[in-house]
């Protein structure tokens, strides 16, 4: 039997539903591969509900002749334990397969591309691009075109970008994180040194999901929180953008940074208004500010002019 097995969904982190794919060389093949999973063959075309591998009961949806996919819970216990018994079925671990192959319902190699972008897209602005890109190729030779800045711009539609928020300490670099993701995602203190390792967390930025990272604050320091400091210096240097943050009371936060910044913020402008330039200023108690910041850092890093634009996005490259 010559079937093969592919986790499709991020194995990091538990979720309510995992898709495993399902793929082999002929129709015999998959047959065998799905009575062992299974227990039954489904039709082309059908979807079941059945126990599979005696782990879990999920769906499976059988896609074409030689092409499946389960539908287990997402936890890790429950993958690795189906995973352990395709394998022990004489299945193979697939490497990730080209788009057409995971998508064999798709009618042109750039529909198959689009689907496997759409399948990991993470903004909210990709989706309706995206599909219609299928349109915008046409009968162009798309693989032969190289990417421009338009297309690498409009890619962190697809994977977040990384922002990262410096600048002097304690000015509420992590009481805006927080404000932003709508959740406690850093720790809050009128100490210096409260942050002392830069501190993440995933949030859409009005249809532009980004990778925000506060990171420690830049002013005297030694020992753990002088290491902090050194350790975020990667974090900077690999960001798509960079915001400068300070506040009435702190010195210009360009003065701190290794790196030119690409947004300059005055925070806690509700406080007083700083001695320096900055490009906007942002209070966490004025919500028509703090949606024009998100405004902004979106429109920076996908220029409304990209996503308006109907020429045709090389978004796979």
């Not at 010559?2 to 060389?25: F, G, K, N, Q």
């Not at 949806?61 to 030689?66: I, N, V």
């Not at 009618?107 to 198959?112: L, M, N, V």
């Not at 000015?171 to 501190?199: C, F, M, P, W, Y």
Request: aromatic letters at 4%; proline letters at 9%.
């Amino acid at each position: 039997m010559t079937a093969r097995w592919r986790i499709a969904t991020p194995r990091s982190r538990p979720a309510a539903l995992a898709v495993i794919e399902l793929s082999a060389d002929t129709l015999h093949d998959l047959d065998t591969a799905l009575m062992q999973a299974i227990g039954t063959v489904p039709a082309v075309g059908t979807v079941v509900l059945r126990p599979i591998c005696g782990i879990d009961t999920g769906i499976t949806a059988r896609l074409g002749p030689t092409h499946a996919v389960l539908m287990p819970h997402g936890g890790p216990a429950v993958l690795d334990g189906i995973a352990s018994s395709l394998t022990a079925f004489g299945l193979e671990e697939a490497t990730d397969p080209a788009p057409r192959q995971r998508f064999p319902e798709a009618e042109s190699d750039i529909e198959a591309e689009m689907l496997a972008a759409l399948s990991r897209a993470q903004s909210p602005l990709a989706v309706d691009l995206l599909l219609d890109q299928p349109q915008r190729w046409g009968g162009q030779t798309a693989h032969d075109r190289e990417p421009n800045d338009r297309d690498r711009r409009l890619n962190r539609l697809i994977d977040p970008p990384l922002i990262a928020a410096a600048g002097p300490p304690n000015v509420g670099k992590s009481s805006l994180l927080n404000a932003l993701a709508g959740r406690t995602a850093a720790l809050v203190a009128d100490e210096q040194g409260t942050t002392r390792d830069h501190i993440g967390a995933t949030i859409d930025l009005a249809g532009l999901v980004v990778h925000w990272v506060d990171t420690p604050g830049r002013g005297d320091a030694s020992g753990v929180e002088a290491e902090a400091i050194r350790n975020s210096y990667p974090v900077i240097d690999a960001a798509d953008l960079v915001v400068a943050i300070g506040d009435h009371a702190s010195p210009d936060p360009r003065s701190v940074l290794t790196r030119a910044p690409d947004l300059v913020l005055a925070a806690r402008s509700d406080l007083g208004q700083p001695s320096w330039p900055a490009d906007c200023s942002v209070s966490l108690h004025d919500d028509q500010a703090l949606a024009g910041l998100v405004g902004v850092i979106r429109d920076r890093l996908v220029p409304p002019a990209d996503v308006a634009s109907p020429d045709a996005w090389k978004f796979w490259a």
